[in-house]
C-alpha cells in the first residue's frame, strides 16, 4: 500500500511539522475508520445470524410439527426461536450497527479532510473550477 505523503502532490508551502502532525492525525483516523468498520460488519453478521437462524426456527418448528404431530418438537424449537429472538433484542444489535456506522462514516470523512488538507494545490484548482 503506498502513502499518500510520499507524492509529488504535497504542497510545498506546508512545513515540515505540519505534514508530520497531518500524518500522525491521518495515522489514527485510518486506525480507528479500520476499527469501525470491522465493528460495523461484524455486528451486522451477528444480527443477520440471530434472525435468520430465528426464522429457520420457526419455519422448521411448523414443518416438524406439522409432519410429526408432537407438541414437544414444536415447542422446543419455538423455544430455542424465542430464545435467539431474545439475544438478538437485548444485545441491541440493530442499534449498535447504527451507531458504528455513524462513526465510521465521521472517521472517513476525517481522512478525506487531512488528505485534501495536504493538497492545497488541487483544493485551489477545484474552488477555481466551482467558481
Known amino acids: 500500500m503506498r502513502d499518500i505523503f510520499e507524492f509529488n502532490h504535497i504542497d510545498q508551502t506546508l512545513s ?7 500524518k500522525d492525525l491521518y495515522a489514527y483516523y485510518h486506525k480507528k475508520h479500520y476499527g469501525y468498520e470491522k465493528l460495523h460488519r461484524g455486528f451486522g453478521r451477528k444480527n443477520f445470524v440471530c434472525n435468520l437462524s430465528a426464522g429457520k426456527l420457526i419455519i422448521s418448528a411448523t414443518v416438524a410439527g406439522g409432519i410429526m404431530l408432537n407438541p414437544v418438537v414444536i415447542a422446543t424449537l419455538t423455544g430455542v426461536d424465542l430464545i435467539l429472538k431474545a439475544v438478538a433484542s437485548l444485545k441491541k444489535y440493530d442499534k449498535k450497527t447504527e451507531q458504528v456506522n455513524f462513526a465510521r462514516i465521521e472517521y472517513q470523512k476525517s481522512l478525506m479532510r487531512f488528505a485534501f488538507t495536504s493538497e492545497a494545490k488541487l483544493s485551489t484548482k477545484r474552488s477555481f473550477l466551482i467558481d
Not at 515540515?16 to 497531518?22: A, D
Open 16 to 22: 515540515k511539522e505540519k505534514v508530520k502532525i497531518l
